[in-house]
C-alpha cells in the first residue's frame, strides 16, 4: 500500500527525507535512487511543500502541483487540511 505522510525538516538536507524512509524500509514513491518502485511512469521522488513556516511566524501553504495530487487523488490519500 501506500501512505501519505506529513514530515518536519530539521537538517533541511536536501535528501533527508529520501535516506531516512529509505533507511527504514519505507522508500519514496517512485525515488528508484533511494529504492522506490516507478509508479504510473514515475521514476523521480514525489515531494511536495504543502507548508512553510518561516521564522518570524508567516505561513504559505499551497495545493499539490499537477501530477502529485493526480496521483495522491488515483491512490485515494487524504491531504492535509489547509
Excluded: C, M
Aim: no cysteine; proline share 6%.
Amino acid at each position: 500500500g501506500y501512505t501519505l505522510v506529513e514530515v518536519e525538516l530539521e537538517s533541511g538536507r536536501t535528501h533527508q527525507i529520501r535516506s531516512h524512509f529509505q533507511s527504514i524500509g519505507h522508500p519514496l514513491l517512485g525515488d528508484v535512487k533511494y529504492g522506490g518502485k516507478a509508479y504510473d511512469g514515475v521514476n523521480h521522488q514525489l515531494l511536495h511543500a504543502w507548508k512553510i513556516t518561516l521564522p518570524d511566524g508567516r505561513v504559505f501553504t499551497a495545493d499539490p502541483p499537477g501530477l502529485f495530487g493526480r496521483i495522491v487523488r488515483k491512490l485515494k490519500l487524504e491531504l492535509p487540511q489547509r
